[in-house]
C-alpha cells in the first residue's frame, strides 16, 4: 500500500502581528513537511471574530512571504468554513453525543482545575436541563478512559478526559464553533495527516484525539514545538506584548527561530533560498528539544 504524501499545515490565529514563537512554530512545521518531501498550508484560525481582525491576518501573510515561505494552494479561513462545523456539529448531536449545556461560567467557577488551567466541567446537564433551564452551549461527551498518544517530540502522553477535563463545549453560548471542533474539521477535510505546533497545545490533543475518533477519521501523527516565553514565563503573544518579528532581515530572524529549534545554520551570510535549502536537507524532528518552554533568545 503505498504511503500518504506528507500534509503539514501554519495555522495562525490573525488576533496580533506573527511574533518570534509564531516564527518558531512556522518554521518547525514548514521544514518537517518539506524534509519530507510533502505538503504544507497556510490556514488562518479567525473562529473567534470576537478576537480576529483582517488587518493582523494581513500582516502575517505579508510577513510569511518576506521570510520565503511557501504554501501549497489557497490560504483557508475559518469564517468561510462555518456550515462544514454545522454539518459536523448536527452528525455528533444524531449520534447522541452532545447535549446542551445551561451553565454559565460563574456556576462552575468553582469546580476542580484541569490540566489546561480551566474548571473541570463537573457534569451538571449531562443527563438532562433542570426544569426552567435553556441550553446556552453544547458538550461533547467524554469518556472515563484513558487516551494517550505518542508526541514525536515530547514522548508518551496519557489524559483521562473525564477527570482531567470534563466534558467540552464544542458551539458557545455566543453561537460560535469553539476551536476544538473547527480545528478537526479542517485538518480533516484539508487531509493534514502531520501536525507540528507549539506545546501550548499539547494538553488540547486528547480532545481533538476523541474528536477524531467520534467522527470515525483518522489520527494525525503530533509533534509539539517547544514554547518560546519570555523573561517571566509567559507565553509571547499580544497580551504580553510579544514585539512583531522584523522582516526586514529575514535571514538573521529565520537562522534565530532554526537554533531555537537546535539546528544551527553553518553559515552567516546564506542568501534566504540558500538557507531554506540546507536547512531542509538538515532538518530532523528528532534534533528539536525535548522540553514544553524556552526563554526567547532574542
Given at each position: 500500500?503505498?504511503?500518504?504524501?506528507?500534509?503539514?499545515?501554519?495555522?495562525?490565529?490573525?488576533?496580533?502581528?506573527?511574533?518570534?514563537?509564531?516564527?518558531?512554530?512556522?518554521?518547525?512545521?514548514?521544514?518537517?513537511?518539506?524534509?519530507?518531501?510533502?505538503?504544507?498550508?497556510?490556514?488562518?484560525?479567525?473562529?473567534?471574530?470576537?478576537?480576529?481582525?483582517?488587518?493582523?491576518?494581513?500582516?502575517?501573510?505579508?510577513?510569511?512571504?518576506?521570510?520565503?515561505?511557501?504554501?501549497?494552494?489557497?490560504?483557508?479561513?475559518?469564517?468561510?468554513?462555518?456550515?462544514?462545523?454545522?454539518?459536523?456539529?448536527?452528525?455528533?448531536?444524531?449520534?447522541?453525543l452532545v447535549y446542551g449545556c445551561a451553565c454559565t461560567r460563574r456556576e462552575i467557577a468553582d469546580s476542580a482545575v484541569g490540566i489546561d488551567g480551566a474548571p473541570i466541567y463537573?457534569?451538571?446537564?449531562?443527563?438532562?436541563?433542570?426544569?426552567?433551564?435553556?441550553?446556552?452551549?453544547?458538550?461533547?461527551?467524554?469518556?472515563?478512559?484513558?487516551?494517550?498518544f505518542d508526541d514525536s517530540i515530547q514522548g508518551r502522553q496519557e489524559q483521562n478526559l473525564e477527570k482531567d477535563v470534563g466534558d467540552f463545549v464544542l458551539l458557545r453560548a455566543?453561537?460560535?464553533?469553539?476551536?476544538?471542533?473547527?480545528?478537526?474539521?479542517?485538518?480533516?477535510?484539508?487531509?493534514?495527516?502531520?501536525?507540528?505546533?507549539?506545546?501550548?497545545?499539547?494538553?488540547?490533543?486528547?480532545?481533538?484525539?476523541?474528536?477524531?475518533?467520534?467522527?470515525?477519521?483518522?489520527?494525525?501523527?503530533?509533534?509539539?514545538?517547544?514554547?518560546?516565553?519570555?523573561?517571566?514565563?509567559?507565553?509571547?503573544?499580544?497580551?504580553?506584548?510579544?514585539?512583531?518579528?522584523?522582516?526586514?532581515?529575514?535571514?538573521?530572524?529565520?537562522?534565530?527561530?532554526?537554533?531555537?529549534?537546535?539546528?544551527?545554520?553553518?553559515?552567516?551570510?546564506?542568501?534566504?533560498?540558500?538557507?531554506?535549502?540546507?536547512?531542509?536537507?538538515?532538518?530532523?524532528i528528532n534534533i528539536a528539544p525535548k522540553t514544553q518552554t524556552i526563554k526567547t533568545p532574542i
Amino acid at each position: 500500500m503505498e504511503k500518504p504524501i506528507y500534509r503539514g499545515r501554519f495555522a495562525p490565529s490573525p488576533t496580533g502581528e506573527l511574533h518570534f514563537g509564531s516564527l518558531v512554530a512556522a518554521v518547525g512545521s514548514y521544514l518537517d513537511a518539506k524534509a519530507n518531501y510533502g505538503e504544507w498550508v497556510v490556514r488562518i484560525e479567525d473562529i473567534d471574530e470576537t478576537r480576529c481582525h483582517p488587518e493582523y491576518e494581513t500582516s502575517i501573510l505579508k510577513t510569511l512571504e518576506a521570510f520565503g515561505f511557501e504554501w501549497d494552494g489557497p490560504v483557508i479561513r475559518q469564517t468561510d468554513r462555518i456550515d462544514a462545523y454545522r454539518a459536523a456539529f448536527d452528525e455528533l448531536k444524531r449520534k447522541g453525543l452532545v447535549y446542551g449545556c445551561a451553565c454559565t461560567r460563574r456556576e462552575i467557577a468553582d469546580s476542580a482545575v484541569g490540566i489546561d488551567g480551566a474548571p473541570i466541567y463537573p457534569g451538571t446537564c449531562r443527563n438532562g436541563l433542570h426544569e426552567g433551564k435553556t441550553a446556552r452551549a453544547w458538550r461533547l461527551r467524554v469518556p472515563d478512559k484513558t487516551i494517550g498518544f505518542d508526541d514525536s517530540i515530547q514522548g508518551r502522553q496519557e489524559q483521562n478526559l473525564e477527570k482531567d477535563v470534563g466534558d467540552f463545549v464544542l458551539l458557545r453560548a455566543d453561537g460560535l464553533f469553539a476551536y476544538q471542533l473547527a480545528v478537526v474539521v479542517d485538518d480533516d477535510e484539508q487531509g493534514i495527516n502531520h501536525i507540528v505546533r507549539g506545546a501550548d497545545l499539547l494538553a488540547s490533543t486528547p480532545r481533538q484525539i476523541w474528536l477524531y475518533e467520534c467522527m470515525g477519521r483518522p489520527v494525525p501523527v503530533y509533534a509539539h514545538l517547544p514554547l518560546v516565553v519570555n523573561e517571566n514565563g509567559e507565553k509571547l503573544s499580544k497580551q504580553t506584548r510579544a514585539a512583531p518579528v522584523d522582516f526586514a532581515d529575514p535571514v538573521t530572524m529565520l537562522g534565530a527561530a532554526m537554533r531555537f529549534l537546535n539546528l544551527a545554520p553553518e553559515k552567516d551570510d546564506f542568501a534566504l533560498q540558500d538557507l531554506w535549502n540546507w536547512a531542509i536537507m538538515n532538518w530532523s524532528i528528532n534534533i528539536a528539544p525535548k522540553t514544553q518552554t524556552i526563554k526567547t533568545p532574542i
